[in-house]
């Protein structure tokens, strides 16, 4: 089981640097042109005027954790890696339209105050948490299967074909 674990945390950070490195040395600025092309009728209809890219150019690095997980999560086949990877992508996508709406409303819209970076540091937060909450959507079943080694396992009762669980006590009176 521990070596399963670092097993895992070694192909992560294996596929997780290189991924990081092109995103430095170029993906980043290109996925930030894309984003404002694809975002921008989006962005209008949410009132957007204007935001500044400094506020969430670095947090669109929520795809490289994304993208490593769903690379190195074992037992998926071809079809599900990627159709998985593609609908974490939309949803990270559109994670990212409210996180500049966000920053818009905390700094441009409302104007930058001392509360501006205390209302907009949840956002942060979610964002930077995403791509691991979604893998652990999308990779479910992997995770029960790994966790199943590692929780204690009861002995209370045993399940029906339906998975209810019935307690001896119960089976016993019946």
Request: hydrophobic residues 50%.
């Amino acid at each position: 089981m521990k070596k399963t674990l670092l097993l895992l945390l070694a192909k992560f950070v294996a596929v997780t640097a290189p991924l990081t490195w092109l995103w430095m040395h170029g993906g980043q600025e290109a996925y930030f042109k894309f984003f404002v092309a694809l975002s921008r009728p989006f962005l209008i209809l949410l009132g957007v005027t204007n935001f500044p890219p400094s506020l969430v150019r670095d947090r669109f690095l929520n795809l490289v954790p994304f993208l490593a997980l769903m690379l190195i999560t074992p037992g998926l086949s071809v079809v599900t890696r990627l159709s998985r990877t593609a609908l974490g992508f939309v949803l990270i996508f559109l994670s990212q339209i409210g996180l500049t709406y966000w920053a818009y409303v905390t700094h441009i819209r409302d104007g930058k105050t001392a509360e501006s970076m205390a209302n907009y540091f949840p956002a942060l937060v979610m964002s930077d948490a995403l791509p691991f909450v979604l893998w652990a959507l999308l990779a479910n079943r992997f995770l029960r299967e790994l966790l199943a080694h590692v929780l204690p396992q009861t002995q209370e009762g045993t399940g029906d074909a339906a998975g209810r669980v019935e307690s001896p006590r119960n089976s016993a009176e019946s």
